[in-house]
């Protein structure tokens, strides 16, 4: 069929642009750009799998679908190189809009590195500044050390649905952004399964800020033979403006001339004392010995997650379910002495159901936090857990409201734990199922205060 024949029918068939699984990766990405590059509605159609040796660039009103059993797999013809798909206005920082990707299932085929087009953007299916963004029936089951599988940051209204992915990095990454929905996914990744990073390293994602809200639901993170990070990373942080003869290290960011700069660096926990203040508008540039890049024009002096629901989530893999936390090592340093404290607002947890046997924490929080609501969930020996990093003087209080929650723990359980200095916690459950006589839950205050009102057993007063 002409190129004409299948315009006039509504949509364009990329095979018409050369787009076959007999052509080289080189003049498959040519022949697929060429394809997007008239927006509308393009397919792929014949099953098989097609080499790819460069990233394609998505415009603005534009879907991609992918039929069944079609498979992108990314190859070295000439370098290696980061994206499958990316959208254009990542590359100006303007935004694109109103764009599907529609069965995508990507083979990395080891081809797994960080060549930023964009400072910080590393998905295998990467998008920056888009509105209006739809993914769906994606699929990725090699994913590399390097690579997040999705990475979206500084969106409006983001759908993701019906995802399985699975490997050593990020399943789902994203950066600041408002009205996101994470749907239906299937997670065994030895990283993050989901990564809300209001906050994050330099090379983590590209500008940052509020992500907010959101709803992530019908996951399910499957057990693996080795693990790190969480089901979900949810971090803040804070930041202040630039003065003369203050200590930087690796990923720090200061407000400086109207716009963000941050320190790239290598993570050897070196320290630095800046002397000369950033004012450049774009890329990077070395200042007393600094290498601080440019980020964004609309300041903000924290990040953060808020307004978000959590809902219908099956935790198979035995590590920490929520980390909401500052980082504070020599990789990012979230939260800096002085600034502005961000508070994790409003994050709602309901049928979060533990199906693994080990004790780790359901939740681990080392940020402050208003309101922690959990209903309807099944827990086994997972507590609550407050630590500290040291990074705040006041970690304020927090509120935990659990509603028709149902405890599987045989024996004592240790429901709140606090390691906080001054930490004050109120803990509030009803409706509770024990499903065994012998339970008994207990609180660990630690230098903090917990009060408490339960039907629980070994809490009731």
């Given amino acids: 069929m002409s190129v004409k024949a299948t315009q006039q029918r509504g949509f364009v068939n990329a095979a018409d642009f050369g787009f076959s699984p007999e052509a080289s990766g080189t ?5 697929l ?3 997007v590059d008239g927006c509308g509605t393009i397919i792929v159609s014949q099953p098989g799998v097609y080499k790819i040796a460069d990233t394609v660039f998505l415009g603005s009103h534009t879907s991609l679908i992918f039929g069944n059993d079609v498979f992108l797999k990314k190859v070295d013809e000439q370098g290696p190189f980061t994206h499958v798909l990316l959208n254009k206005g990542a590359l100006t920082r303007t935004f694109d809009e109103n764009i599907t990707v529609d069965g995508l299932h990507i083979i990395v085929n080891g081809i797994d590195v960080r060549k930023f087009l964009a400072y910080g953007l590393h998905g295998q299916l990467a998008f920056f500044y888009v509105k209006d963004l739809r993914i769906e029936r994606f699929r990725c089951m090699d994913l590399g050390r390097a690579q997040y599988a999705i990475h979206v940051c500084t969106f409006e209204d983001v759908l993701i649905n019906d995802v399985i992915i699975k490997g050593d990095k990020d399943g789902v990454h994203l950066g600041r952004g408002k009205r996101f929905t994470i749907r239906n996914g299937v997670f065994q990744t030895f990283d993050d399964a989901v990564a809300l990073n209001g906050q994050d390293y330099d090379v983590g994602n590209p500008e940052m800020g509020w992500i907010e809200d959101g709803v992530v639901e019908k996951c399910w993170d499957l057990n693996a033979e080795k693990t790190t990070g969480f089901f979900c990373r949810i971090v803040a ?8 003869g203050m200590a930087v290290q690796k990923s720090d960011t200061v407000v400086s001339a109207g716009r963000l700069y941050r320190v790239q660096a290598d993570p050897d926990g070196t320290i ?4 000369t203040q950033p004012m450049h508008a774009h890329g990077s540039q070395v200042l007393d010995g600094i290498t601080w890049g440019a980020g964004q024009t609309d300041v903000t002096y924290t990040a953060g997650v808020r307004n978000v629901v959590f809902r219908d989530i099956f935790l198979y893999k035995p590590r920490i379910g929520f980390s909401v936390h500052f980082s504070k090592d020599k990789y990012d340093r979230s939260y800096y002495p002085g600034a502005e404290i961000p508070v994790q607002e409003q994050l709602t947890f309901d049928n979060i159901r533990v199906l693994h046997d080990q004790p780790t924490p359901l939740f681990e929080i080392n940020t402050p936090m208003d309101v922690i609501t959990l209903t309807n969930s099944s827990l086994r020996n997972n507590r609550i857990a407050f630590r500290s990093n040291d990074a705040l003087p006041d970690y304020l209080k927090t509120r935990i409201n659990m509603v ?10 240790e429901l709140v734990t606090n390691s906080v200095a ?5 803990l509030k459950t009803s409706a509770s199922i024990e499903l065994h006589d012998d339970f008994k839950a207990q609180v660990v205050p630690g230098p903090g205060r917990i009060t408490v009102a339960s039907d629980l057993t070994g809490l009731r007063s």
Avoid: H, L
């Fill in 237 to 244: 942080g804070g930041w202040i403006d630039w003065r003369p």
């Fill in 404 to 413: 028709g929650c149902v405890f599987n723990q045989k024996g004592r359980m």
């Fill in 272 to 275: 630095y004392i800046s002397t």
């Fill in 33 to 35: 750009q060429r394809a």
């Fill in 422 to 426: 001054g930490k004050e916690i109120a």
């Fill in 27 to 31: 003049e498959n990405a040519q022949a």
